[in-house]
């Protein structure tokens, strides 16, 4: 009874397991070619390996993060409080609803409205076109186009509006 007990219970812990990883590999349609995707913060590069005399080579496709940890969010709170303590906080030529308009949010109500980073966040979709993905945030729905290309100006990560 109880090795039928494991045999059950041991499947249901490696489907639970499924995307758990950070990083993730999404091949394109070039045989060559994959998309890597950070799955906790929504970072893209692109990501091709050589035969022969092509050369291999990782490319950014998306240099900036969808969503941050809370540590980066606390290190960008302290920043601007800082700048705004600097620059506004005893500053006499503005009014004392100027001085509070640009006091940086709470932390605590930026922490509850932000993005939080965490693996297994975002997921890419293939599309019929080769070249475009769609990278869906499967927290909060948003969804953004993914485009990669040889040439480095064709390429982007744009939000879906």
Do not use: C
């Not at 906790?40 to 496709?61: P, R």
């Not at 705004?84 to 006091?103: A, M, P, Q, R, V």
């Not at 993005?115 to 909060?140: E, S």
């Amino acid at each position: 009874m109880k090795k039928l007990f494991l045999l059950l219970f041991i499947p249901i812990l490696s489907y639970s397991q499924d995307d758990i990883e950070r990083y993730k590999l999404y091949p394109t349609e070039n045989m060559y070619t994959f998309i890597k995707l950070d799955t906790s913060n929504g970072l893209l590069w692109q990501v091709q390996y050589g035969v022969g005399d092509v050369d291999a080579f990782q490319s950014v496709l998306s240099d900036w993060k969808i969503s941050l940890s809370v540590e980066e969010i606390t290190e960008e709170y302290n920043e601007r409080y800082k700048y705004w303590e600097e620059n506004y906080e005893n500053n006499t030529e503005l009014s004392s609803e100027d001085i509070e308009y640009f006091k940086p949010q709470d932390l605590d109500v930026r922490l509850t409205y932000a993005h939080i980073a965490k693996i297994g966040r975002y997921k890419l979709y293939p599309t019929q076109n080769m070249y475009n993905f769609i990278l869906l945030d499967v927290i909060d729905g948003y969804t953004y186009q993914v485009q990669w290309s040889i040439d480095k100006d064709k390429r982007l990560v744009l939000p879906i509006r």
